[in-house]
């Protein structure tokens, strides 16, 4: 049983720290921007919230951070009454958002300077991965840090890996999500070719899924692409958020993303279409609208 | 045990017919444009071979085909010598080319006019589903056709299933065309990416193959892509040919298919690459070309 902080009770970051709590058995300290939140997770959980992250973090072993994006970041961990200037010697911060590489990196390294250690940790699983408990972790930093986060972090996740020094998990990420918009747009455009060719598509599903068409999307999200719902999920604001780091970067190293490119700007007519909450299947109602 | 005729010996038209031979006792009749390839297989396997496809044809319940467009398969069927003018009456016709719906409808009115039946039965699982049996086979036509030709079509397959009338096989093994192009492009640009970003990508692919970015490609595949190994699996030919198919039906049924398209062009591109014999994974060859 440790003391932990968890600052940043969004939909992600509300159930992970209840499974710190709960499964993990830490005695938490929550922080979130809008006070009234924190006060319903401590009425729901127990434990106990704090005024500002620097308030949360003080005498903790493992802080931990899940917010919006980098400047959120900055702001509840180097900006005023942040997290940083309250972190004990030898304590771990463990940032959950999905974030830049470069302000991982940043962290990292103010950290050292100060004395304790930063990893980066996006997550992946979505809601319902945060909800169950059952998250993939892809860690960024020091193998120490690592060895002694991880029990921790395993109250939330069902797959935690260190990828590499500090950065590491943020670019991991970065490549799953790289991956799932060609693959998003690929099972979007498959299936309404299907439709308009006059398909039973559930049929077609069952009969493509198990080969080299398959995959965790088609077997996960075919039924509410063909019924047409996307009121869950994973927000296409957040997916633009993502798909803009992966491309800032992809500037940086290099790599060439054209459908990656061609998919956000898919996701900016979503958008327009009224779509910013709607699930990253949405692609389909794109291609569908008339 | 049925009298069978098996037209096409190719990559995968040969171990096809070896498996109604062997594994599903039947007798069989090949034949194949270069003689050489027919007589190989009957000294291989037995059986025998004839010199035209009609002569193939001839006295058999069950007459399939495995060629290589539609022009191929029209040669084969109702050009000179071809099989429909020595089919049977109530015999089952059964083509396994990749070829368009339109030409499965054509077939399929001229098997009804002369009283036998045709199935459009493309095929999924590549050369390695081919020679070990368990190709997953798409089926379009009749019911009462469906039901004598399954048990047979088993011989060389894991899953057989009706998709609805004639033509819809092939529009099903396109739906699975089209979900693969977008598919496999998202797959290299998330392992080029990661590449370029220095990660240990056999470690990402473990950590992240699981969830929501994993599909059949990322597992099958990702060894022999950052290996860069092409040599092997469905050619980018083949590809584009199926792709051409897809995008030619697209504009028949009013189907957008804009990363398709793209894609297309991509393997346009890989072929001026010199790899119109590489596996369809070869995407990520051109993304790293220098």
Known sequence: MAKVAFIGLGVMGYPMAAHLLHKGGHEVTVYNRTAARA????????????????????????????????????????????????????????????????????????????????????????????????LTVMVGGKQSAFNRAQPVISAYARMVGLMGPAGSGQLTKMV???????????????????????LDMLKVVEVISKGAAGSWQMENRHKTMLDGKYEFGFAVDWMRKDLDICL????RNGAVLPVTALVDQFYKEVQAMGGRRWDTSSLLARLERK
């Open 248 to 251: 800032t970067e992809a500037d």
């Open 176 to 198: 799953n999500q790289i991956c799932i918009a060609g693959l998003v747009q690929g099972l979007a455009e498959g299936l309404h070719f299907g439709s308009k060719a006059g």
């Open 39 to 134: 006060e319903k997770w401590v009425a729901e959980h127990g434990g106990s919230f704090a005024a500002t992250p620097a308030k949360a973090a003080e005498g903790k072993e493992f802080v931990f951070t899940c917010v919006g994006n980098d400047d959120d970041l900055r702001s509840v961990t180097i900006g005023p009454d942040g997290a940083f200037g309250a972190m004990e010697k030898g304590a771990v911060f463990i940032d959950n958002t999905t974030a830049s590489a470069e302000v991982a990196r940043e962290l990292a390294q103010k950290a050292e300077a100060a004395g304790f250690d930063s990893l980066d940790a996006p997550v992946s699983g979505g809601q319902a991965g945060a909800e169950n408990g059952v």
